[in-house]
Protein backbone atom coordinates (compact mmCIF):
# COMPACT_ATOMS: atom_id res chain seq x y z
CA UNK A 1 0.00 0.00 0.00
CA UNK A 2 2.65 2.44 1.17
CA UNK A 3 4.49 1.49 -2.29
CA UNK A 4 1.06 2.10 -4.41
CA UNK A 5 1.10 5.80 -2.75
CA UNK A 6 4.84 6.73 -3.27
CA UNK A 7 4.28 5.69 -6.96
CA UNK A 8 1.05 7.66 -7.06
CA UNK A 9 3.01 10.87 -5.65
CA UNK A 10 6.16 10.18 -8.22
CA UNK A 11 3.83 9.79 -11.32
CA UNK A 12 1.51 13.15 -9.91
CA UNK A 13 5.02 14.92 -9.80
CA UNK A 14 6.14 13.49 -12.96
CA UNK A 15 3.00 15.20 -14.59
CA UNK A 16 3.49 18.70 -12.86
CA UNK A 17 7.06 19.01 -14.31
CA UNK A 18 5.51 18.19 -17.66
CA UNK A 19 3.13 20.45 -17.53
CA UNK A 20 6.02 23.15 -16.63
CA UNK A 21 7.86 22.14 -19.42
CA UNK A 22 5.54 22.54 -21.55
CA UNK A 23 4.40 25.88 -20.73
CA UNK A 24 7.80 27.24 -20.74
CA UNK A 25 8.16 26.81 -23.87
CA UNK A 26 5.16 27.76 -25.07
CA UNK A 27 6.00 30.96 -23.71
CA UNK A 28 9.54 30.76 -25.63
CA UNK A 29 11.66 31.34 -21.71
CA UNK A 30 13.50 28.02 -22.79
CA UNK A 31 14.38 26.59 -26.35
CA UNK A 32 12.23 23.89 -27.68
CA UNK A 33 15.48 22.72 -29.65
CA UNK A 34 18.76 23.05 -28.45
CA UNK A 35 20.44 26.59 -30.26
CA UNK A 36 23.43 26.49 -32.24
CA UNK A 37 25.97 29.09 -31.50
CA UNK A 38 24.79 31.49 -34.64
CA UNK A 39 21.53 31.78 -32.69
CA UNK A 40 19.22 29.82 -34.94
CA UNK A 41 17.37 26.97 -34.56
CA UNK A 42 18.51 23.99 -36.12
CA UNK A 43 15.07 23.08 -37.48
CA UNK A 44 13.93 26.44 -38.10
CA UNK A 45 16.09 29.52 -39.55
CA UNK A 46 13.53 31.69 -38.41
CA UNK A 47 15.44 33.51 -35.58
CA UNK A 48 12.50 33.86 -32.02
CA UNK A 49 14.29 36.51 -30.34
CA UNK A 50 17.98 38.46 -31.66
CA UNK A 51 20.57 38.69 -29.04
CA UNK A 52 21.21 42.79 -28.33
CA UNK A 53 24.46 42.30 -26.62
CA UNK A 54 26.15 40.39 -29.51
CA UNK A 55 23.92 40.64 -32.77
CA UNK A 56 24.26 44.06 -34.64
CA UNK A 57 20.53 45.11 -35.89
CA UNK A 58 19.89 43.57 -39.17
CA UNK A 59 19.52 45.93 -42.25
CA UNK A 60 15.91 46.61 -43.48
CA UNK A 61 16.25 48.70 -46.32
CA UNK A 62 12.27 49.07 -46.65
CA UNK A 63 12.07 50.72 -42.95
CA UNK A 64 14.92 52.48 -43.56
CA UNK A 65 13.24 53.72 -46.81
CA UNK A 66 10.22 54.83 -45.19
CA UNK A 67 11.62 56.42 -42.39
CA UNK A 68 13.44 58.80 -45.29
CA UNK A 69 10.53 59.46 -46.97
CA UNK A 70 8.50 60.71 -44.13
CA UNK A 71 5.57 60.39 -44.79
CA UNK A 72 3.41 63.23 -42.78
CA UNK A 73 1.84 61.76 -40.13
CA UNK A 74 -0.76 63.81 -37.29
CA UNK A 75 1.22 62.04 -34.46
CA UNK A 76 5.02 62.86 -34.24
CA UNK A 77 7.13 62.49 -30.88
CA UNK A 78 9.06 65.91 -29.85
CA UNK A 79 11.28 67.22 -27.09
CA UNK A 80 11.97 70.65 -28.47
CA UNK A 81 11.49 72.94 -25.42
CA UNK A 82 11.72 70.44 -22.43
CA UNK A 83 13.82 72.49 -19.53
CA UNK A 84 13.31 73.19 -16.01
CA UNK A 85 11.00 75.35 -15.29
CA UNK A 86 13.35 78.08 -13.92
CA UNK A 87 14.93 78.23 -17.25
CA UNK A 88 14.53 80.99 -19.79
CA UNK A 89 14.61 79.95 -23.40
CA UNK A 90 16.12 83.25 -25.06
CA UNK A 91 17.24 81.69 -28.65
CA UNK A 92 16.41 78.93 -31.51
CA UNK A 93 18.18 78.22 -34.29
CA UNK A 94 17.15 75.49 -36.93
CA UNK A 95 18.41 74.03 -39.59
CA UNK A 96 16.45 72.26 -42.06
CA UNK A 97 16.42 70.26 -45.07
CA UNK A 98 14.10 70.61 -48.08
CA UNK A 99 10.84 68.41 -48.19
CA UNK A 100 10.28 65.66 -50.68
CA UNK A 101 11.20 66.79 -53.60
CA UNK A 102 10.65 65.08 -57.81
CA UNK A 103 14.24 63.20 -58.49
CA UNK A 104 17.07 65.59 -59.90
CA UNK A 105 18.02 62.29 -62.28
CA UNK A 106 15.77 60.19 -64.66
CA UNK A 107 16.18 56.41 -65.56
CA UNK A 108 17.12 56.85 -69.44
CA UNK A 109 14.21 55.53 -71.55
CA UNK A 110 11.84 55.01 -68.66
CA UNK A 111 8.66 57.08 -68.60
CA UNK A 112 9.13 59.94 -65.86
CA UNK A 113 7.07 59.16 -62.43
CA UNK A 114 3.98 61.14 -62.71
CA UNK A 115 3.74 63.31 -59.55
CA UNK A 116 1.21 66.37 -59.66
CA UNK A 117 3.12 69.19 -58.15
CA UNK A 118 0.25 71.81 -57.90
CA UNK A 119 -0.72 72.30 -54.26
CA UNK A 120 -4.52 70.94 -54.26
CA UNK A 121 -5.55 70.47 -50.21
CA UNK A 122 -8.32 67.95 -51.06
CA UNK A 123 -5.23 65.37 -51.88
CA UNK A 124 -3.37 63.87 -49.73
CA UNK A 125 -1.44 64.47 -47.75
CA UNK A 126 -2.72 68.07 -46.70
CA UNK A 127 -2.39 70.38 -44.06
CA UNK A 128 -5.86 72.30 -42.84
CA UNK A 129 -3.39 75.75 -43.61
CA UNK A 130 -2.36 74.69 -46.92
CA UNK A 131 -4.98 76.79 -49.12
CA UNK A 132 -4.19 80.12 -46.80
CA UNK A 133 -0.28 79.05 -47.28
CA UNK A 134 -0.77 79.56 -51.02
CA UNK A 135 -2.83 82.73 -50.68
CA UNK A 136 -0.08 84.21 -48.04
CA UNK A 137 2.44 82.59 -50.76
CA UNK A 138 1.15 84.53 -54.07
CA UNK A 139 0.96 88.21 -51.95
CA UNK A 140 4.58 87.96 -51.32
CA UNK A 141 5.98 90.67 -53.33
CA UNK A 142 7.14 93.04 -50.58
CA UNK A 143 9.45 90.49 -48.95
CA UNK A 144 13.39 91.53 -49.33
CA UNK A 145 15.22 88.69 -50.89
CA UNK A 146 19.11 88.58 -51.66
CA UNK A 147 20.05 87.66 -55.08
CA UNK A 148 17.76 85.28 -57.44
CA UNK A 149 15.56 84.29 -55.06
CA UNK A 150 13.25 87.39 -55.61
CA UNK A 151 12.79 85.48 -59.24
CA UNK A 152 12.03 81.75 -57.82
CA UNK A 153 8.32 80.91 -57.02
CA UNK A 154 7.19 81.16 -53.93
CA UNK A 155 5.53 77.67 -54.15
CA UNK A 156 5.56 74.60 -56.21
CA UNK A 157 2.68 74.94 -59.30
CA UNK A 158 3.41 72.84 -62.28
CA UNK A 159 1.06 69.71 -62.79
CA UNK A 160 3.67 67.56 -63.47
CA UNK A 161 6.79 68.38 -61.17
CA UNK A 162 9.87 69.34 -62.87
CA UNK A 163 13.20 67.92 -61.97
CA UNK A 164 14.09 68.71 -58.04
CA UNK A 165 10.92 70.71 -57.50
CA UNK A 166 9.47 70.19 -53.79
CA UNK A 167 6.36 68.30 -54.40
CA UNK A 168 3.13 68.73 -52.21
CA UNK A 169 4.23 66.33 -49.64
CA UNK A 170 7.47 68.56 -48.84
CA UNK A 171 5.03 71.97 -48.57
CA UNK A 172 2.84 69.72 -46.29
CA UNK A 173 6.16 68.22 -44.19
CA UNK A 174 7.56 71.32 -43.29
CA UNK A 175 4.13 73.02 -42.62
CA UNK A 176 3.58 70.18 -40.11
CA UNK A 177 7.16 71.46 -38.57
CA UNK A 178 6.52 74.94 -38.25
CA UNK A 179 3.30 73.78 -36.47
CA UNK A 180 4.96 72.33 -34.13
CA UNK A 181 7.39 74.80 -33.43
CA UNK A 182 5.13 77.30 -32.65
CA UNK A 183 3.24 75.37 -30.01
CA UNK A 184 6.49 74.87 -28.55
CA UNK A 185 8.64 77.98 -28.94
CA UNK A 186 5.88 80.37 -29.32
CA UNK A 187 2.78 79.48 -27.63
CA UNK A 188 4.65 78.37 -24.82
CA UNK A 189 7.86 79.88 -24.45
CA UNK A 190 6.81 83.13 -26.36
CA UNK A 191 10.34 83.46 -28.15
CA UNK A 192 9.14 86.07 -30.11
CA UNK A 193 6.21 88.53 -28.53
CA UNK A 194 3.36 89.78 -30.85
CA UNK A 195 5.32 92.69 -32.39
CA UNK A 196 8.58 91.14 -33.40
CA UNK A 197 9.98 92.55 -36.31
CA UNK A 198 12.29 91.98 -38.81
CA UNK A 199 15.65 92.61 -36.69
CA UNK A 200 14.24 89.21 -34.73
CA UNK A 201 14.44 86.75 -37.80
CA UNK A 202 17.60 85.52 -39.36
CA UNK A 203 16.73 83.79 -42.81
CA UNK A 204 18.79 82.40 -45.10
CA UNK A 205 18.26 79.70 -47.94
CA UNK A 206 20.19 78.03 -50.90
CA UNK A 207 19.38 79.34 -54.45
CA UNK A 208 17.25 76.67 -55.03
CA UNK A 209 13.34 77.03 -55.32
CA UNK A 210 12.89 73.62 -53.10
CA UNK A 211 15.02 75.31 -49.78
CA UNK A 212 12.88 78.68 -50.37
CA UNK A 213 9.25 77.46 -50.50
CA UNK A 214 10.35 74.64 -47.36
CA UNK A 215 11.52 77.66 -45.58
CA UNK A 216 8.52 79.64 -46.53
CA UNK A 217 6.22 76.50 -45.48
CA UNK A 218 7.97 76.48 -42.25
CA UNK A 219 7.89 80.14 -41.43
CA UNK A 220 4.03 80.15 -42.48
CA UNK A 221 3.08 77.98 -39.85
CA UNK A 222 5.51 79.17 -37.27
CA UNK A 223 4.35 82.96 -37.70
CA UNK A 224 0.89 82.67 -39.69
CA UNK A 225 -0.09 85.37 -41.93
CA UNK A 226 3.61 87.12 -41.12
CA UNK A 227 3.65 90.62 -42.66
CA UNK A 228 5.94 90.30 -45.57
CA UNK A 229 7.42 93.43 -45.12
CA UNK A 230 9.32 91.84 -41.67
CA UNK A 231 10.74 89.21 -43.95
CA UNK A 232 14.31 89.28 -45.21
CA UNK A 233 16.01 86.40 -46.94
CA UNK A 234 19.43 86.10 -47.16
CA UNK A 235 21.16 83.62 -50.58
CA UNK A 236 23.76 81.28 -49.34
CA UNK A 237 25.36 80.26 -52.85
CA UNK A 238 27.23 77.44 -51.21
CA UNK A 239 25.14 74.38 -49.99
CA UNK A 240 27.75 73.87 -46.68
CA UNK A 241 27.03 77.63 -45.58
CA UNK A 242 30.79 78.49 -45.89
CA UNK A 243 29.96 82.28 -47.12
CA UNK A 244 32.99 83.90 -47.09
CA UNK A 245 35.19 80.79 -45.88
CA UNK A 246 34.85 78.35 -48.31
CA UNK A 247 38.23 78.49 -49.37
CA UNK A 248 40.07 74.87 -47.31
CA UNK A 249 42.27 72.78 -49.14
CA UNK A 250 42.31 70.27 -46.51
CA UNK A 251 38.67 70.06 -46.30
CA UNK A 252 38.55 69.08 -50.36
CA UNK A 253 41.40 66.78 -49.83
CA UNK A 254 39.39 64.71 -47.76
CA UNK A 255 36.75 64.71 -49.42
CA UNK A 256 37.96 63.71 -52.45
CA UNK A 257 39.10 60.79 -50.21
CA UNK A 258 35.69 60.02 -49.16
CA UNK A 259 34.71 59.54 -52.40
CA UNK A 260 37.49 57.18 -53.38
CA UNK A 261 36.16 54.99 -50.38
CA UNK A 262 32.54 55.30 -51.94
CA UNK A 263 33.67 54.13 -55.23
CA UNK A 264 35.82 51.26 -54.14
CA UNK A 265 32.82 49.89 -51.49
CA UNK A 266 30.82 49.57 -54.29
CA UNK A 267 33.24 48.11 -56.90
CA UNK A 268 33.35 45.52 -54.40
CA UNK A 269 29.42 44.70 -54.09
CA UNK A 270 28.95 42.12 -56.69
CA UNK A 271 25.26 41.90 -55.71
CA UNK A 272 24.93 45.54 -56.31
CA UNK A 273 26.77 45.37 -59.65
CA UNK A 274 24.52 42.32 -60.91
CA UNK A 275 21.78 44.65 -59.95
CA UNK A 276 22.95 47.51 -61.75
CA UNK A 277 23.64 44.84 -65.02
CA UNK A 278 20.37 43.33 -64.88
CA UNK A 279 18.60 46.55 -64.72
CA UNK A 280 20.67 48.13 -67.13
CA UNK A 281 19.05 45.04 -69.90
CA UNK A 282 15.46 46.07 -69.12
CA UNK A 283 16.30 49.71 -69.72
CA UNK A 284 18.50 48.48 -72.63
CA UNK A 285 21.78 51.20 -71.95
CA UNK A 286 25.03 49.82 -71.06
CA UNK A 287 25.24 49.21 -67.44
CA UNK A 288 27.86 52.23 -66.97
CA UNK A 289 25.32 54.86 -68.20
CA UNK A 290 22.42 53.21 -65.66
CA UNK A 291 24.91 53.48 -63.01
CA UNK A 292 25.99 57.29 -63.87
CA UNK A 293 22.30 58.09 -63.36
CA UNK A 294 21.97 57.17 -60.14
CA UNK A 295 18.93 55.40 -60.46
CA UNK A 296 17.89 55.49 -56.60
CA UNK A 297 17.22 58.83 -56.93
CA UNK A 298 14.10 58.14 -58.77
CA UNK A 299 13.32 54.87 -57.28
CA UNK A 300 12.79 56.85 -54.24
CA UNK A 301 10.34 59.01 -55.98
CA UNK A 302 8.06 56.01 -56.81
CA UNK A 303 8.90 54.51 -53.27
CA UNK A 304 7.73 57.70 -51.06
CA UNK A 305 4.49 58.20 -53.97
CA UNK A 306 3.76 54.30 -53.88
CA UNK A 307 4.17 54.25 -57.94
CA UNK A 308 4.94 51.68 -59.67
CA UNK A 309 8.40 50.99 -60.71
CA UNK A 310 9.13 51.63 -64.99
CA UNK A 311 8.92 48.60 -66.83
CA UNK A 312 9.90 48.51 -70.38
CA UNK A 313 9.39 46.06 -72.99
CA UNK A 314 12.81 43.94 -71.50
CA UNK A 315 10.59 43.50 -67.84
CA UNK A 316 10.01 45.67 -64.86
CA UNK A 317 12.69 47.10 -62.35
CA UNK A 318 11.61 45.82 -58.93
CA UNK A 319 11.54 45.96 -55.49
CA UNK A 320 14.17 43.62 -55.35
CA UNK A 321 16.18 45.99 -57.58
CA UNK A 322 15.62 48.54 -55.14
CA UNK A 323 16.39 46.91 -52.07
CA UNK A 324 20.20 45.88 -53.07
CA UNK A 325 20.66 49.25 -53.99
CA UNK A 326 19.04 50.63 -50.75
CA UNK A 327 20.84 48.37 -48.10
CA UNK A 328 24.47 49.54 -50.20
CA UNK A 329 23.35 52.74 -49.41
CA UNK A 330 22.67 52.07 -45.75
CA UNK A 331 26.21 49.64 -45.38
CA UNK A 332 28.06 52.42 -47.08
CA UNK A 333 26.91 54.94 -43.76
CA UNK A 334 27.99 52.19 -41.73
CA UNK A 335 31.89 52.32 -43.04
CA UNK A 336 31.23 55.92 -43.56
CA UNK A 337 31.18 55.59 -39.34
CA UNK A 338 33.88 53.17 -39.27
CA UNK A 339 36.25 54.80 -41.20
CA UNK A 340 37.25 58.93 -40.14
CA UNK A 341 38.23 60.69 -44.01
CA UNK A 342 34.15 61.79 -43.95
CA UNK A 343 34.40 63.08 -40.04
CA UNK A 344 37.50 65.11 -40.71
CA UNK A 345 35.89 66.35 -44.09
CA UNK A 346 32.70 67.39 -41.94
CA UNK A 347 34.34 68.83 -39.38
CA UNK A 348 36.22 71.84 -41.81
CA UNK A 349 32.81 71.69 -44.26
CA UNK A 350 30.66 72.69 -41.38
CA UNK A 351 33.00 75.23 -39.35
CA UNK A 352 31.51 78.22 -40.46
CA UNK A 353 27.70 77.36 -40.12
CA UNK A 354 29.00 76.09 -36.37
CA UNK A 355 31.11 79.33 -35.71
CA UNK A 356 28.11 82.17 -36.76
CA UNK A 357 25.88 79.95 -34.72
CA UNK A 358 28.02 80.13 -32.00
CA UNK A 359 28.82 83.52 -32.11
CA UNK A 360 25.24 84.35 -32.53
CA UNK A 361 24.46 82.91 -29.27
CA UNK A 362 27.54 84.57 -27.31
CA UNK A 363 25.91 88.07 -28.49
CA UNK A 364 22.26 86.66 -27.12
CA UNK A 365 23.74 85.55 -24.05
CA UNK A 366 25.41 88.97 -23.66
CA UNK A 367 22.21 90.45 -23.39
CA UNK A 368 21.36 91.65 -27.71
CA UNK A 369 17.74 90.92 -28.17
CA UNK A 370 18.33 90.25 -32.50
CA UNK A 371 18.03 87.31 -34.59
CA UNK A 372 16.40 85.29 -31.68
CA UNK A 373 14.69 83.02 -34.04
CA UNK A 374 17.25 81.90 -37.00
CA UNK A 375 16.17 79.63 -40.16
CA UNK A 376 19.05 77.95 -42.40
CA UNK A 377 17.06 76.34 -45.40
CA UNK A 378 19.20 73.55 -46.86
CA UNK A 379 20.09 70.14 -47.80
CA UNK A 380 21.11 66.80 -47.08
CA UNK A 381 25.06 67.70 -47.56
CA UNK A 382 24.48 70.42 -45.13
CA UNK A 383 22.96 69.09 -42.27
CA UNK A 384 25.04 65.37 -42.78
CA UNK A 385 28.40 67.10 -42.52
CA UNK A 386 26.98 69.20 -39.49
CA UNK A 387 26.02 65.90 -37.64
CA UNK A 388 28.97 64.06 -38.28
CA UNK A 389 31.68 67.16 -37.12
CA UNK A 390 28.91 67.24 -33.85
CA UNK A 391 29.79 63.57 -33.01
CA UNK A 392 26.33 62.47 -33.18
CA UNK A 393 27.37 59.14 -34.62
CA UNK A 394 23.72 57.00 -34.55
CA UNK A 395 22.22 59.85 -36.49
CA UNK A 396 20.27 58.61 -39.91
CA UNK A 397 21.11 60.37 -42.97
CA UNK A 398 18.86 63.54 -43.38
CA UNK A 399 15.47 62.58 -44.42
CA UNK A 400 13.05 64.52 -46.27
CA UNK A 401 12.32 67.74 -43.90
CA UNK A 402 14.66 66.66 -41.35
CA UNK A 403 15.37 69.61 -39.08
CA UNK A 404 18.22 70.07 -36.34
CA UNK A 405 17.56 72.23 -33.31
CA UNK A 406 19.61 74.48 -31.27
CA UNK A 407 18.25 75.67 -28.14
CA UNK A 408 19.98 78.23 -26.01
CA UNK A 409 18.55 79.09 -22.25
CA UNK A 410 19.11 80.94 -19.36
CA UNK A 411 19.22 79.53 -15.99
CA UNK A 412 16.71 81.73 -14.29
CA UNK A 413 18.59 81.49 -10.92
CA UNK A 414 21.92 82.06 -12.07
CA UNK A 415 20.92 84.54 -15.37
CA UNK A 416 24.66 84.58 -15.80
CA UNK A 417 25.00 81.33 -17.14
CA UNK A 418 23.60 79.94 -20.85
CA UNK A 419 23.07 76.59 -21.59
CA UNK A 420 22.24 74.83 -24.77
CA UNK A 421 20.03 71.58 -26.05
CA UNK A 422 20.41 69.97 -29.22
CA UNK A 423 17.55 67.91 -30.95
CA UNK A 424 17.47 65.80 -34.06
CA UNK A 425 14.06 65.71 -35.49
CA UNK A 426 12.58 65.92 -31.83
CA UNK A 427 15.02 63.69 -30.26
CA UNK A 428 17.02 65.55 -27.84
CA UNK A 429 20.82 64.33 -28.73
CA UNK A 430 22.97 67.14 -26.52
CA UNK A 431 24.86 64.25 -24.83
CA UNK A 432 25.27 62.14 -28.26
CA UNK A 433 27.77 65.22 -28.90
CA UNK A 434 31.37 64.59 -28.40
CA UNK A 435 31.68 68.02 -26.61
CA UNK A 436 28.94 67.42 -24.30
CA UNK A 437 29.18 63.61 -23.45
CA UNK A 438 31.14 63.45 -20.82
CA UNK A 439 29.52 66.38 -18.92
CA UNK A 440 26.24 64.41 -18.50
CA UNK A 441 28.05 61.71 -15.91
CA UNK A 442 28.95 64.32 -13.94
CA UNK A 443 25.77 67.27 -14.26
CA UNK A 444 22.56 67.31 -12.34
CA UNK A 445 21.03 69.78 -15.35
CA UNK A 446 19.95 67.99 -18.49
CA UNK A 447 21.68 70.47 -21.03
CA UNK A 448 24.98 71.71 -21.88
CA UNK A 449 26.98 74.30 -20.64
CA UNK A 450 26.81 77.08 -23.73
CA UNK A 451 31.23 77.56 -23.19
CA UNK A 452 31.40 73.80 -23.95
CA UNK A 453 29.79 73.98 -27.47
CA UNK A 454 31.89 77.27 -27.94
CA UNK A 455 35.26 75.22 -26.76
CA UNK A 456 34.29 73.10 -29.26
CA UNK A 457 33.40 75.26 -32.02
CA UNK A 458 36.32 77.69 -31.65
CA UNK A 459 39.08 75.25 -30.50
CA UNK A 460 38.52 71.88 -29.86
CA UNK A 461 37.15 71.00 -34.06
CA UNK A 462 41.04 71.60 -35.56
CA UNK A 463 42.70 69.50 -32.61
CA UNK A 464 42.68 66.66 -34.74
CA UNK A 465 44.57 68.86 -37.50
CA UNK A 466 46.94 69.87 -34.83
CA UNK A 467 45.50 73.00 -34.90
CA UNK A 468 44.19 75.87 -33.11
CA UNK A 469 42.29 77.66 -36.01
CA UNK A 470 40.40 77.27 -38.70
CA UNK A 471 42.74 78.99 -41.41
CA UNK A 472 45.62 76.78 -40.46
CA UNK A 473 43.79 73.56 -40.15
CA UNK A 474 42.47 73.98 -43.76
CA UNK A 475 45.75 74.60 -45.00
CA UNK A 476 47.82 71.85 -42.69
CA UNK A 477 49.41 68.95 -44.74
CA UNK A 478 47.08 65.83 -44.41
CA UNK A 479 48.79 63.28 -41.99
Request: aromatic content about 10%; some cysteine; overall charge positive.
Amino acid sequence: MLFRNRFLILLALAALLAFLSLSLQFLHLIPVNPVKEDGLNPKSRKRIMPDPLTEPPAIDPIYEARVYCNIPSITERSMEGHAPHYFKLVSVHVLIRHGDRYPLYAIPKTKRPEIDCILVSSRKPSHPQLEAFVRHMSQGSEAQMDGTLSSLPRYPSHSLCEMGELTQTGVVQHLHNGQLLREIYIKKHKLLSSDWTAKHLYLETTGKSRTLQSGLALLYTFLPDFDWKKINIKHQWSTIFCSGSCDCPVRNHYLEEEQRRQYSLRVKNNNLERTYVDMAKIVGIPTRQLRASNPIDSMLCHFCHNVSFPCTKNGCIDIEHFKVIKTHQLEDERERQEKKLYFWYALLASHPLLNQTVNRMQRIAEGKKEELFVLYSAHDVTLSPVLSALGITEARFPRFAARLVFELWQDGKKPREHFIRILYNGFDVTFQTSFCREHNMHSNKPMCPLEKFVHFVKRGMFSVFNSTNYYDACRRRPF
